[in-house]
């Protein structure tokens, strides 16, 4: 899906990861355009609901402004498998929930191939993102997950540490830069809450070495996450038609695998596993596609 025109957690996400792709999901019945993701609620009338795995019409998107894609997997992926971890994930007592943790993980990750940032630092940050990312991973009973997470856990496709790197790292923020302070404080505060005990060392250890190499980051980041329930805007869907792989090394099967929690839509794009072309999805409802 493309970002909500207007959404600043979209907005984040595609700058940051290089692609026209905000979000992903998996359908559950071809041809009915139902799928299912995992998400915030944005429920006003829940504000405590962290979201989890729902299913949803594409219509729903479409009603938030966004355009929907489908992305085929290749013949000899297996389907069946990844549907029936969905059913036993995303059960009526229980659907997990949206980790916002997670997702400043990847969001730090990709930001450290921003060209302007110190080489050395920006590999300690990465390693430490890296690391975070693991310690989550350690723990799959655990049921907090974000999109493109849930998409590759469902079907048991690792990446490679290689496609990590985004295509056009880090496009300047829209905005001016905002100061240290308040917002980034009140982030970290969030993420502490909403972190288990276990969890909270490789956290601590990341978000102090962001701080060192990238004193505005977590601002930013507290701007784009805490008030996008809130802003939403008027504008075109963005296009996004056909994937641009790029080479990487052969994989044998023995290269460190990054982890699930790495994973973005980016990569599923251009996942050796996943067809060579996105089809919009077009119906009642749906946004003007874009002009050519």
């Known amino acids: 899906m493309t970002p909500i025109p207007g959404e600043p957690l979209g907005d984040m996400i595609t700058r940051l990861d290089g692609s026209g ?18 998400h915030m609620s944005f429920c006003r ?19 938030l402004g966004q355009s929907v894609y489908r992305l085929a997997v290749r013949p000899e992926v297996p389907r069946g498998p990844a549907l029936e971890r969905l059913a036993s994930w995303h059960t009526p007592e229980d659907d997990g929930t949206f980790s916002v943790p ?30 975070a990312a693991s310690a989550w991973e350690g723990v799959p009973e655990r049921r907090q997950f974000y999109c493109a997470e849930l998409v590759t856990r469902l079907y048991d496709r690792p990446f490679s540490h290689e496609v990590l790197a985004p295509p056009d790292p880090q496009r300047p923020a829209s905005g001016p830069p905002v100061q240290e302070g308040f917002l980034d404080s009140l982030l970290v505060r969030t993420l502490g809450w909403l972190t288990d005990d276990d969890l909270q060392a490789p956290y601590d250890r990341l978000l102090a070495a962001v701080e060192e190499a990238m004193p505005t980051f977590l601002d930013q980041a507290a701007v784009d996450i805490l008030l996008s329930p809130f802003l939403r805007g008027d504008g075109p869907a963005l296009s996004q038609g056909r994937r641009t792989p790029r080479t990487v090394p052969d994989d044998d099967g023995r290269a460190p695998r990054l982890p699930f929690s790495l994973v ?29």
């Open 45 to 63: 009338t829940r504000p405590f609901d962290l979201g989890g795995i729902r299913g949803d019409h594409v219509s729903h998107f479409w009603d």
């Open 102 to 131: 997670k997702l400043v993980i990847v969001a730090i990750a990709l930001a450290t191939f921003a060209p302007d940032l110190d080489p050395v630092q920006a590999r300690r940050v990465r390693a430490l993102a890296v690391e």
């Open 21 to 38: 792709f905000s979000h992903s999901a998996i359908a559950v019945a071809d041809g009915e355009g139902r799928v299912a993701s995992v």
């Open 264 to 292: 973005t839509p980016r990569m599923l794009l251009d996942a050796p596993w996943t067809a060579d072309h996105v089809e919009l999805i077009r119906g009642a409802g749906a946004p003007l596609p874009p002009p050519p």
